[in-house]
Structure formats: structure tokens, C-alpha cells
């Protein structure tokens, strides 16, 4: 009895854990995109001021913080400084949005 409620209670652990998504892996379009544009960080910039340049009012912002994060190799900790260049994904759907904020 005790070894079934084990397996149990971790099918119900891992269920959890992927309806949670804490990355957003599973819903972020931005993972999966062949374009991007590369990004000069200026002083006062931050992932969410980059961010917002490319989002629209009907996306959530987080998605493209996450994925900005995954193809640049940076973690919850790395500050990001002027002068450095970040690839930032650019979905098909949004490439018109990044030009004009350039």
C-alpha cells in the first residue's frame, strides 16, 4: 500500500510540474524562433525595458524575458551592462513592431 501511494503521489509531482511551466517552455513562442536582432544594452536598460520594445499589449512580456534569457545563457543572477550585445528572438509576427522602435 505504501509503495502505490508513492508512485501516486510523484505522477501527481511531475503533473504539477509541467502544467506549472515556471520557463514558460511549453507556451513561449519565442524559443522556438529562427530571428532575432542583436541588441547594444544602454546604461538604465534592463531585460523588461529591452522586452517591451518587442511585445505587444496582447503578449506577456515574461515569454520574451525568458527566452532572451535562454539564447543569451544568462541566469535568474547575471546583470546584464551598457555596451554589452544580446540576442534578442524576434517572432515573425512582431519583426514589423522592432523596426519601428529602433
Not at 24 to 49: P, R
Not at 82 to 87: M, V
Amino acid at each position: 500500500m505504501h509503495k502505490s501511494n508513492a508512485i501516486w503521489i510523484t505522477i501527481l509531482l511531475v503533473v504539477i510540474i509541467l502544467l506549472y511551466d515556471t520557463n514558460f517552455t511549453m507556451s513561449n513562442k519565442y524559443l522556438t524562433c529562427a530571428t532575432y536582432q542583436i541588441v547594444d544594452v544602454n546604461k538604465g536598460d534592463s531585460l523588461w525595458t529591452i522586452s517591451a520594445k518587442y511585445v505587444t499589449d496582447k503578449e506577456d512580456i515574461r515569454h520574451l524575458i525568458a527566452a532572451i534569457k535562454h539564447f543569451n545563457q544568462l541566469d535568474n543572477n547575471t546583470q546584464i551592462y551598457p555596451g554589452q550585445l544580446l540576442k534578442v528572438p524576434v517572432a515573425s509576427d512582431n519583426i514589423k513592431l522592432a523596426r519601428e522602435t529602433n
